[in-house]
C-alpha cells in the first residue's frame, strides 16, 4: 500500500479481540468512516483471519439520495465480491407510533436489522465505525443533558457481539487513509447542516473551537472516556455483589433494607438502576427525580408508603424490604412523584404544577411537602365553603349527596404531609384551597378507561 497510515490501532485491537480471526457483519452506511472499515476488514482482514460482510440499512428518511447511498453500498461490495445484505424501515411510522425522537427510532430499527442478521446468518460480532470524535462528542453530549459516569465514559469499544474498532482513531486520521487508499463513499447531506441534529452542531461548531485550544482534544477526551469506562466496569461489579442480595419473582423484585444501609451513597444510584434491570423494565426514563423519591421511601422506613414510578412501576416498603413490582398496586397511601401518573383504584392521578383537565386544585404549599393519595376514610373531616365554616366528616358529606358506602370507599382522597387536603367527587378544605386562578398544586384524576383488580 505505500503508507505509514494503515490504521495500526484499529488492527492491533481487532487482534485482542479475536485473535483467530472472525467472521464479523460491518455496519455501512456508504460514509467515509464505514467505507474505511469495510476496506481495512476486506484487505487486511483475511491475512489476520477475518471474513467480512456488509450491512446497510435504509432508514427511508432522505428519499432518492438513501436509495443512491443503499445502491452505492451494494454496487461497491459486488464488484469486490464483499458478501451484502441490505435492510429498511420506515423510522417516521415508529416515530410516530412510538413517540421516540427520529435519531432513537432510527437507531432502534438500524440495531434491529444488524442483530438480526447477525444472529441468522452466524456472524461472531457487528462492528460499526464510531471513531474518537464520535466519541468525543457523546461525552459532551451525556454532560450537556446531565450524566453520571457511566455517561462520561463514553462510547464502549465492546458490547456483547457489538465491537467499535476505531474509538482511538480520529476522523481526520480515517479521511487521510482514504484519500491513501482511494476508498469512495458518499455523504449525507444533513451531515453538513449544524441544526439538523445536537451532534452535528457539536462537530460543526464546538469541536472545532475546541481544537483551537489543543489540537488533540478529541483523541483526549476519548483516551479519558476509555479510562472512565474502566473505572466504570469496577463499579458494575461492586453493585453486582449489593444487587445478589435481591430475590426476584414475576413482576417483582425485593431487597433487604438492612443490604442498602450498606450500599456507599455514590453507589446508590447504579444499584436502583440495577433493580430496575433485574425487574425487567430496564432504566430507560429512570431520572433523578425518581431515583429521589425512592431514597425518601426509604429513609421513611414507613410500610404501605409506596411511589409510582415510568413503566408501571410502583416502589413500596414491606417487612423491612424494598419492592419495586408492576403488579398493579392495591388501595393504599401512595405518595405522589411530579409528572408521574399513578394507577390507583381505577384512577389515573397524577401531580401537576399546572391545572390541566379533571382534577382538584391545592394551594402551592411549602417546598419538599408531599402530597399523597390514599383510601377515603369516612372518619376524616373536610371544611367545605358550603359547610359554612364548621368541618363535616367525610362519612357525612357522602351521605348528603348520596354517595354509597362503596362508592365512598374508591373515591381518591389527598393528603398533604398527615392532613386530609381535598376528597374527589367531595371537594378541597378551605385551608388548602388556591386563590382563584393563580399558581396551585394540581393533582390530575382520571378514571381507567376499563376497571382493574388490585391485589395485595
Known amino acids: 500500500m505505500g503508507t505509514t497510515n494503515d490504521l495500526a490501532p484499529a488492527r492491533e485491537f481487532l487482534r485482542q479481540q479475536f485473535p483467530a480471526g472472525a467472521r464479523v457483519l460491518c455496519a455501512v452506511s456508504g460514509g467515509l468512516d464505514s467505507m474505511c472499515l469495510l476496506y481495512l476488514l476486506d484487505t487486511w482482514g483475511p491475512s489476520a483471519g ?109 458490547r456483547g457481539n457489538l465491537v467499535r474498532p476505531f474509538l482511538q482513531i480520529t476522523r481526520d486520521t480515517l479521511a487521510a487513509y482514504a484519500a491513501d487508499h482511494h476508498i ?133 416498603l414491606a417487612a423491612s424490604r424494598l419492592i419495586l413490582e408492576t403488579l398493579p398496586p392495591p388501595r393504599t397511601r401512595a405518595e405522589l412523584v411530579m409528572g408521574c401518573p399513578l394507577h390507583w383504584g381505577g384512577y389515573t392521578v397524577t401531580l401537576l404544577d399546572h391545572r390541566s383537565g379533571e382534577g382538584v386544585a391545592l394551594c402551592p404549599g411549602q417546598a419538599g411537602e408531599r402530597v399523597a393519595v390514599a383510601p377515603c376514610d369516612g372518619g376524616a373531616r373536610l371544611t367545605l365553603p358550603e359547610t359554612h365554616g364548621g368541618g363535616r366528616t367525610v362519612k357525612r358529606l357522602c351521605l348528603d349527596r348520596g354517595i354509597s358506602f362503596a362508592e365512598r370507599e374508591s373515591l381518591p382522597a389527598i393528603y398533604v404531609g398527615d392532613r386530609l387536603a381535598a376528597v374527589w367527587g367531595l371537594g378541597v378544605d378551605l385551608c388548602f384551597l388556591p386563590e382563584g386562578n393563580g399558581p396551585c398544586r394540581f393533582i390530575q384524576i382520571m378514571k381507567d378507561t376499563e376497571e382493574k383488580t388490585y391485589e395485595k
Not at 446468518?121 to 457487528?126: N, P, Q
Open 184 to 316: 469512495p463513499h458518499v455523504e449525507d447531506e444533513t451531515n453538513a447542516r449544524a441544526d439538523a441534529a445536537d451532534r452535528n452542531l457539536l462537530r460543526l461548531e464546538v469541536m472545532p473551537l475546541l481544537r483551537r485550544i489543543n489540537p488533540r482534544a478529541a483523541e483526549h477526551m476519548s483516551a479519558a472516556a476509555g479510562r472512565l469506562r474502566e473505572m466504570e466496569t469496577g463499579l458494575e461489579d461492586l453493585t453486582a455483589r449489593y444487587l445478589r442480595a435481591a430475590s426476584r419473582q414475576s413482576g417483582r423484585v425485593t431487597i433487604p433494607l438492612g443490604k442498602l444501609a450498606e450500599v456507599p451513597e455514590f453507589l446508590w444510584p447504579k444499584v436502583l438502576l440495577g433493580l430496575f434491570d433485574l425487574l425487567g423494565t430496564g432504566r430507560r426514563d429512570i431520572g433523578a427525580v425518581h431515583l429521589e423519591a425512592i431514597g425518601r421511601l426509604w429513609e421513611s422506613h414507613g410500610n404501605d408508603a409506596r411511589i409510582s414510578l415510568p413503566h408501571g412501576v410502583t416502589a413500596r
Open 50 to 158: 477475518f471474513t467480512a460482510a456488509a450491512a446497510h440499512f435504509n432508514h427511508q428518511l432522505r428519499g432518492e439520495t438513501a436509495d443512491r447511498d443503499e445502491e452505492f453500498v451494494r454496487a461497491w461490495c459486488a464488484e469486490r465480491n464483499i458478501p451484502y445484505y441490505a435492510g429498511r424501515g420506515d423510522t417516521r411510522a415508529l416515530v410516530a407510533s412510538e413517540g421516540l425522537s427520529v435519531e432513537a427510532a432510527a437507531r432502534t430499527l438500524r440495531y434491529t436489522f444488524l442483530e438480526d442478521t447477525a444472529a441468522r446468518e452466524g456472524f461472531d460480532a457487528i462492528l460499526t465505525a464510531h471513531h474518537a470524535d464520535d466519541n468525543a462528542e457523546t461525552v459532551l453530549l451525556n454532560l450537556i443533558r446531565g450524566t453520571g459516569s457511566a455517561g462520561l465514559a463514553g462510547i464502549p469499544a465492546r
